[in-house]
């Protein structure tokens, strides 16, 4: 069963960056398309990036020119750098497989404020 382990959070200003990491147990991490989530206080969890197998990538319009999806297959790691936050941008991430298909992790806690 794969395990996946985020990490990279903090207290940020906004306008500054953090870089996000996601650990994937197992070998079937590769094949898949892998996506960032994450989900704000009393909201619902949204999809923020996605990243094919072959590194294409989508973004949803809120991150879009902000924020890099990345992966390195060899290492089952996957990255979300992400810069000019914004307080909007407060929320706990979350890696998965895209649609959420594995369990999920503890997640890491981006907090941007001033």
């Known amino acids: 069963q794969v395990q996946l382990v985020e990490s990279g959070g903090g207290w940020v200003q906004p306008g500054e960056s953090l870089m996000l990491s996601c650990a994937a147990s197992?070998?079937?991490?590769?094949?898949?398309?892998m996506a960032w989530y994450r989900q704000a206080p009393g909201k619902q969890r949204d999809l923020v990036a996605t990243?094919?197998?072959?590194?294409?990538?989508n973004y949803a319009d809120s991150v879009k020119g902000r924020f890099t999806i990345s992966r390195d297959n060899a290492k089952h790691m996957m990255y979300l750098q992400m810069n000019n936050l914004k307080p909007d941008d407060t929320a706990v991430y979350y890696c998965n497989r895209n649609g959420g298909m594995w369990p999920w992790g503890k997640g890491t806690l981006v907090t941007v404020s001033s």
């Open positions: 197992g070998n079937m991490f590769s094949i898949y398309t």
């Open positions: 990243i094919t197998s072959s590194s294409n990538t």
